[in-house]
Every structure is written in C-alpha cells, then in structure tokens.
C-alpha cells in the first residue's frame, strides 16, 4: 500500500522560505509520479508542482514558477518543494500525492486526479 506523509509546514512571514517534505513507501513500480497541491480556505484545491520518478522531469504551475522547486532523492524515498519568496496568497494546506505513470503535468493542470494522497501540512504566510 502506498503511502504518502508530508512534514515541514509552519508560520512564515511573507518573503520567506519552507521546505516540504514528502516521505513515500510502498511504491511496487519504478515508474511513478509524486505531486504537490494546496488548498486554501475556501477555494478549490490547485495543483502546484509534479516530478516523475525516473527521469526527474517536473512541472510547475505559473503561479508558482521560479520560486518553488521540487526534487527528489530516490535513496530517502523523499520529495521535497523548497518554497522561496513566500506571499500570502500561499498560505494553504499542502498535499502530496502519487500515482503510476510517467507523465504528470496533467494532473497540476487540473488539480488532482492522483490515486494516492497525504493527509497534508498547513504552510502559513503572514506578518
């Protein structure tokens, strides 16, 4: 069974930076896909960032290009969003979520449609 646990949410005062994290197990194929979506209070859940498994290839939504950054390392079974110059309108709850394959813009296009999720962190902006 696939398993997905994000760590590293907290407070931050706008322009400052987090670093998620997302510990995955149980993955039966070598070719999977890891994302990052958020919810805010009362809005719809928007996708933010993807990276497949094998060759490492990611996608951003515009809302967050050159600020956020996902990678991975294999050998940890790790996924991690470093978050930089954080504004407000970031604040969210933060999901991890997984499915086979090896394309995954699609599913940060849409925001969602992955088989497995985390239960989430909350990331805070404000002064």
């Known amino acids: 069974q696939v398993q997905l646990v994000e760590s590293g949410g907290g407070l931050v005062q706008p322009g400052g930076s987090l670093r998620l994290s997302c510990a995955t197990s149980?993955?039966?194929?070598?070719?999977?896909?890891i994302g990052w979506f958020r919810q805010a209070p009362g809005k719809e859940r928007e996708g933010v960032s993807c990276?497949?498994?094998?060759?490492?290839?990611?996608y951003y939504a515009d809302s967050v290009k050159g600020r956020f950054t996902i990678s991975r390392d294999n050998a940890k079974n790790t996924v991690y969003l470093q978050m930089n110059s954080l504004k407000p309108e970031d604040t969210a709850v933060y999901y991890c979520?997984?499915?086979?394959?090896?394309?995954?813009?699609?599913?940060?296009?849409?925001?969602?449609?992955?088989?497995?999720w985390g239960k989430g962190t909350l990331v805070t902006i404000s002064s």
């Open positions: 149980g993955f039966t194929s070598d070719y999977y896909v």
């Open positions: 979520a997984a499915d086979s394959g090896y394309y995954c813009s699609g599913y940060v296009r849409s925001g969602g449609g992955m088989t497995y």
């Open positions: 990276i497949n498994s094998s060759a490492g290839s990611t």
